[in-house]
C-alpha cells in the first residue's frame, strides 16, 4: 500500500499532460478544412484577390514568415478586416473563410472531412504549421 499512492499520482500527472497537449497541438496539418472549401475559396481568390496578389504572395519565405506558429484566427482576422486592400471588410465571413482554406492549400496543407468554421474563436485553436515537405531545409523547422 505505501507505494501505491505515488503512482496514482504520476497517473494523474500524465493524463492532464495529455489532454493539454493534445488541445494545443491541432495544427494545420490535420486536414482542417474540405477539398469543396478549397475549391470554392479559389473562385472567391479569383474575383476579389488576384488583382493585386499572385500566389507567390501567400506561399513559401513571406507565408513562413509572417503566419507559420500563429494561430488560424489571425490570418482569418487579417483578411477579413483588411482585406481586400481597396474594400477592406466587405468580405462575408463564409467568403474570408473558404479564401483562407484555398491559402492553406497553396501551402500544400491537408484536406480533411470537416469543414474549417467561419468564426475566428475556433480558428484560434488550429495553429499554422507548415507540412514537412513544405517547410524548407531541416534547420528551419
Ligand atoms: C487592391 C489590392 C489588393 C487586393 C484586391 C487584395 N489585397 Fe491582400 N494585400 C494587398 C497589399 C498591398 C498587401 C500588403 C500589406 C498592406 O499593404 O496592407 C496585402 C497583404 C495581404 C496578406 C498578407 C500577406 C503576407 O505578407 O502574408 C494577405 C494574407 C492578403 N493580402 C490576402 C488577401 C486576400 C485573401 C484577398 C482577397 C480577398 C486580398 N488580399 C485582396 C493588396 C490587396
Redesign the pocket.
Known amino acids: 500500500m505505501r507505494c501505491f499512492r505515488p503512482i496514482v499520482i504520476a497517473a494523474a500527472l500524465t493524463l492532464t499532460a495529455h489532454t493539454s497537449a493534445a488541445q494545443n497541438t491541432r495544427s494545420t496539418r490535420d486536414g482542417v478544412f474540405t477539398h469543396e472549401q478549397a475549391v470554392a475559396g479559389k473562385d472567391?481568390?479569383l474575383g476579389?484577390?488576384q488583382?493585386?496578389?499572385t500566389a507567390i504572395?501567400?506561399t513559401g519565405a513571406?507565408?513562413k514568415e509572417?503566419?507559420v506558429g500563429k494561430p488560424l484566427s489571425d490570418?482569418y482576422n487579417?483578411?477579413i478586416t483588411?482585406?481586400?486592400?481597396?474594400a477592406p471588410g466587405t468580405?462575408e465571413p463564409e467568403q474570408a473563410n473558404i479564401?483562407l482554406a484555398y491559402?492553406l492549400k497553396l501551402n500544400g496543407m491537408p484536406e480533411g472531412n470537416e469543414p474549417l468554421p467561419a468564426d475566428a474563436a475556433p480558428l484560434k485553436q488550429i495553429r499554422i504549421e507548415l507540412t514537412a515537405s513544405h517547410a524548407g531545409p531541416p534547420h528551419d523547422r
Open positions: 472567391i481568390y476579389f484577390c488583382s493585386c496578389h504572395s501567400h513571406p507565408f509572417h503566419w490570418l487579417y483578411i483588411l482585406m481586400p486592400k481597396s468580405l479564401v491559402i
